[in-house]
């Protein structure tokens, strides 16, 4: 049974994988940066916002139409990404980070520290309505899940062993997470 279980979670990993690579030039067509207003735009997603704080409360079925399916997987059904993968695990740029499936500010980049985890780190989040919290016992473990304030979907976890001021780590997931850099 634990072969099984294991060459599932490979072909599903791999099957993600390889979804991504033919779908990255598609991806970028349909999300741009306005560098006049610092926004983003998702043009197959009409729900994404960076300034509507209106909670969004869909369908499975609306989110596996707007959302590329990686996000979709991580964002909908709390996957994750392998660690040390994603865009943002290593970066120091300055700037602000959001939901990738909505839209909604999440972090400003000094609350990002390097933890080693291999998944972006942060000790705090941008407001107190940007992220909710639920308990995940998946994995035999017993968690605390950080969700979007907005939309509801898996960001990550949130862990006891940070750095002050707040001593929490919130681990997220890169591929749920858009950035947008200061202005210079």
């Keep these: 049974m ?13 099957s993600i994988l390889l979804y991504i ?21 998702k043009t197959m997603n ?11 409360v869909l369908p499975d079925s609306v989110w596996k139409k707007v959302l590329p399916i990686e996000v979709y997987e991580v964002s909908r059904h709390a996957e994750t990404e392998r660690p040390f993968t994603g865009k943002y695990w290593n970066t120091n740029e300055k700037g602000t980070y959001y939901c990738a499936a909505c ?9 990002k520290f390097s933890s080693s985890c291999g998944w ?4 705090e989040q941008s407001n107190k309505e940007s992220i909710v919290y639920k308990t995940d016992k998946t ?13 509801d979907g898996h960001l990550g976890h ?3 062993d940070g750095p002050a001021p707040t001593n929490k ?7 749920v997470l858009d950035f947008i850099a200061d202005k210079k």
């Design 169 to 175: 780590r919130y681990c997220m997931n890169s591929i």
């Design 46 to 56: 009409p729900y994404y916002s960076n300034t509507d704080k209106k909670k969004l």
């Design 103 to 111: 839209g909604n500010e999440l972090f400003k980049s000094d609350a």
């Design 21 to 41: 690579a033919a779908s990255k030039t598609i991806n970028l067509k349909n999300t741009s940066l306005n560098q006049n207003k610092n926004l983003i735009t």
């Design 2 to 14: 634990n072969k099984l279980k294991l060459f599932l979670t490979l072909t599903f990993f791999t």
């Design 120 to 123: 972006p780190s942060f000790f």
């Design 139 to 151: 994995y035999g473990m017993e968690r605390i899940e950080a969700i979007c304030g907005r939309c």
């Design 158 to 160: 949130l862990f006891d």
